[in-house]
């Protein structure tokens, strides 16, 4: 897979057209009486959720090479994850109809259909429980080396909900009995509540895989210029190892890029003076590359920088100077690389990551955030397909009490 080769970002609003089918098709065979409909409902939603997963899987290729580092990755990614579940239970549900002698009619199909949210997040407790344990061990770890901060608990904050989540479904998630009204009522709830979860967690995987993709990649050498962005000096020897390994790292792809091609590259050390540190970060990874051999001529000191989005800013205005066409990557940490690339494509920039070695505690903390950001950045885009999803769920609980 090669990143930034599609000039045409991706669109899935053929989803929201085929969904739209599939709702009036289904209550339609529904309405019908008898049962010779139950087959052709069935086959139906599966080749719905099918259709589905073909698209989502498809743009999600497509925007990795329009562009890495959106949040369209992940929400391709979880989303596709979220249908897949709902299309591997819907099969489980018909094998094990068909395999009845008996009959099947259309309330037990439409039950099988809008349990399976349900039942697929009791399957995968045996994993949401062990991964809440991580998230709030990895935030306790974090806290140890990096201090208190609000943003070092999204973990610990993750991980009870979740849990709480599954407990919720767990203790409710038994067919009530009641009247009519109690039973659809009780049904609908835990439609939405099941629905959330699942999106939610799927969603939530989806940005973990986006970050790793990011993470790992690995840039053609065929670059002019690679940014090392830089990293608080004011945290003492853990932000000193952090910067060695950002700057090693780009040391080693310049070596292979040498070695390939025997194209030379210029290095932009990104990082301004905190009020604490005693020389900027740009200063103290310029020495840092002389030292290991890196001709001074081969490396632009951008020391004006005070977050990451300012690296890309001001890195921008140095390119501009040496190469406005020239082929950029930046380095970073491996739990930075995917937010990294957001900011580098705020700023028009087409660079692409590397991602140095990196302590296994910051990389879940990282992800929740950009899990958050996914959440808060493209809150209408998520409302409406979630409360699709969420429509079309209370459709078959109201079919499978009515019918």
């Not at 099918?50 to 899987?57: N, Y």
């Not at 709902?86 to 809008?114: F, G």
């Not at 610990?156 to 109690?182: C, D, K, M, N, W």
């Not at 210029?225 to 090693?248: C, H, T």
Request: glycine fraction near 6%; proline fraction near 3%; charged fraction near 20%.
């Amino acid at each position: 897979m090669t990143f930034f080769t599609r000039d045409k970002k991706p669109t899935i609003w053929n989803v929201a057209a085929l969904s739209t089918v599939a709702v009036i098709a289904v209550t339609v065979l529904a309405a019908l009486p008898g049962n010779e409909q139950v087959l052709s409902i069935s086959l139906i939603m599966g080749a719905y959720y099918a259709c589905v997963c073909v698209m989502l899987v498809t743009a999600f290729f497509r925007q990795l090479q329009y562009d890495p580092y959106s949040y369209n990755v992940i929400y391709y990614l979880g989303f596709f994850l979220f249908v897949f579940s709902l299309l591997a239970y819907l099969v489980l549900s018909m094998t094990r109809v068909l395999s009845v002698p008996a009959e099947p009619n259309i309330k037990y199909i439409l039950t099988a259909m809008t349990d399976s949210a349900r039942n697929f997040l009791s399957l995968i407790a045996v994993y949401i429980i062990p991964f809440s344990v991580v998230l709030a061990v990895s935030n306790l770890f974090l806290i140890y080396h990096e201090g208190f901060r609000a943003e070092n608990i999204l973990g610990i904050l993750l991980g009870l909900f979740l849990i709480a989540g599954l407990v919720y479904i767990r203790r409710h998630g038994q067919h009530p009995s009641g009247t009519l009204e109690q039973l659809t009522y009780s049904e609908i709830t835990m439609s939405l509540v099941t629905s959330f979860y699942l999106y939610f967690e799927c969603m939530m995987l989806g940005s973990f895989a986006a970050g790793l993709i990011a993470a790992f990649y690995e840039p053609k050498p065929d670059k002019d210029i690679v940014i090392i962005l830089g990293y608080s000096l004011r945290e003492g020897e853990n932000a000193v190892s952090v910067l060695r390994k950002r700057v090693d790292r780009a040391i080693a792809f310049r070596k292979k890029q040498l070695a390939e091609t025997g194209r030379d590259l210029i290095y932009i050390t990104s990082g301004g003076k905190g009020t604490e540190e005693a020389a900027s970060e740009s200063r103290w990874m310029r020495d840092y590359l002389v030292a290991r051999g890196i001709p001074d001529s081969r490396i632009v000191e951008e020391d004006q920088s005070t977050t990451t989005h300012e690296n890309m800013i001001f890195s921008k205005e140095k390119i501009r100077d040496i190469n406005p066409e020239a082929r950029v990557a930046f380095c970073t940490s491996r739990y930075h690389v995917f937010r990294s690339g957001m900011y580098a494509r705020e700023e028009n920039m087409q660079a692409v990551g590397m991602g140095s070695k990196t302590k296994w505690y910051f990389w879940p903390n990282a992800a929740v955030r950009e899990f958050a950001g996914l959440l808060f950045e493209h809150r209408l885009k998520q409302a409406v397909i979630l409360v699709g999803m969420i429509v079309l769920n209370l459709v078959l609980v109201v079919l499978a009490y009515t019918a």
